[in-house]
């Protein structure tokens, strides 16, 4: 009886010591409307190169679970600094994040914003070298270099005739409904936009001149529960593998450096 007592105690205590043991440790990664990085659909539900490298990582290594927890371009500095997440991936430490206190680790991957207009017979490159006469869409909270990074619509509203837009595809469609003149949008969105509508491609006139090109860092809390690297190590295991590579190519990026 003793025994019986004894074993019906034991089997279980091992199956929850299996259990606890086995439990992975929650990585919360940080992602807003960036296209194609974070795309989010009517329905709510989120996509984009970000959750495909968070499925990807969460494949090569069984001690953490990334998660992604969604948030805006505007306030994810006093998400991230209050601790909502603690991972966000694409980023750039000189997008408005020089106040916040983070491990930056370069990601092998760079992009950019090109000019998009409507194509129209009297336009050739030349039409984007003034831009301040021009309307311009933009999307809300994001930093470009023709607007010195200033994301303030009261100060941009000062300085430019400017419409506001919540993404890239936003941006686009407003300038074939004629709502601006002219739109930065990413390139590798504009690309991945082009792909999938080929028929707007002969009513678009994008620029050779590039409004900005950056290389994409993650930029990983000091609090965060992996060390920067091990995190390090999980994204070179990625690159070694081709799994980066071949996610670039589905999202139209480029390749940048390689992890030291």
């Known amino acids: 009886m003793l025994l019986r007592f004894a074993l019906s105690f034991f089997f279980p205590l091992c ?3 299996s259990a606890y043991a086995h439990t992975k440790i929650t990585i919360k990664v940080g992602g ?15 996509s984009g190169l970000t959750l495909d490298v968070l499925k990807q990582l969460n494949k090569a290594q069984n001690k953490y679970n990334f998660t992604f927890v ?27 994040w020089q106040h916040v206190d983070f491990h930056t680790i370069p990601l092998p991957l760079d992009d950019g914003e090109v000019y998009i207009t ?30 010195r990074d200033i994301t303030d619509q009261t ?4 300085q430019f005739d400017v419409s506001f837009v919540n993404n890239n595809h936003a941006s686009i469609e407003a300038i074939l409904r004629g709502r601006g003149e002219v739109a930065p949008v990413t390139w590798s969105y504009l690309q991945f936009y082009l792909k999938h509508y080929p028929e707007k491609r002969a009513l678009l006139l994008s620029s050779e001149r590039w409004d900005q090109r950056y290389q994409h860092q993650a930029l990983l809390s000091h609090g965060a529960l992996i060390s920067q690297d091990e ?5 070179k295991q990625l690159e070694q593998s081709g799994t980066l590579d071949k996610l670039a190519k589905d ?3 480029s390749r940048k450096i390689n992890y030291r």
Do not use: C
């Open 15 to 17: 199956f929850s010591l």
């Open 118 to 147: 409507q194509n129209k017979p009297d336009r050739g490159q030349d039409f984007f070298d003034d831009l301040k006469s021009k309307k311009l869409i933009l999307v809300d909270g994001y930093h470009y270099n023709i607007t």
């Open 231 to 235: 995190l390090i190590a999980y994204l």
């Open 70 to 96: 969604s948030t805006s371009s505007l306030y994810r500095y006093q998400a991230f600094s209050r601790n909502r997440f603690e991972l966000i991936l694409f980023e750039n430490k000189m997008w408005g």
């Open 32 to 46: 807003y409307p960036f296209s194609p990085y974070v795309t989010k659909a009517s329905d709510g539900t989120y």
């Open 155 to 158: 100060l941009l509203n000062k």
């Open 251 to 253: 999202y139209n990026l």
